[in-house]
């Protein structure tokens, strides 16, 4: 079984940062393909950042260029370091992860097993 268990979201002013983190414990979390995802009140849960067993690295176009997932292998920790953040950045963000080192569709929350049980992040005008 995997667990994932996220932390480090907070409010911050527009133009801020943070970074998520996302520990997970398993035997198949190992060099895993996973993934965080963000939703907000009223929206669909949608893909922001993926991360493969290869390495090889997704992101949705709204956080192109402003978001960076990572992830440390010794630690087991998934990250999404998030600049410049805009208030639209604001929603309850999850981790995910599949347990097998390659999905098809990264971004897609169906290609996904296992979830954290999420981590809120407002950004405020």
């Known amino acids: 079984q995997v667990q994932l268990v996220e932390s480090g979201g907070d409010s911050v002013q527009a133009g801020g940062s943070l970074r998520l983190s996302c520990a997970c414990s398993?035997?198949?979390?190992?060099?895993?393909?996973q993934g965080w995802f963000r939703q907000a009140p009223g929206n669909k849960r949608e893909g922001v950042a993926a991360l493969d067993g290869a390495g090889s690295t997704r992101y949705a176009d709204s956080v192109k260029g402003r978001f960076t997932i990572s992830r440390d292998n010794a630690k087991n920790t998934l990250f999404l370091q998030m600049n410049s953040l805009k208030p639209e950045d604001t929603a309850m963000y999850y981790c995910?992860?599949?347990?097998?080192?390659?999905?098809?569709?990264?971004?897609?929350?169906?290609?996904?097993?296992?979830w954290g049980q999420g981590t809120q992040v407002t950004v405020s005008s």
């Open positions: 995910a992860a599949r347990g097998i080192q390659w999905v098809s569709r990264p971004l897609e929350k169906d290609e996904y097993t296992y």
């Open positions: 398993g035997a198949r979390c190992i060099n895993g393909a």
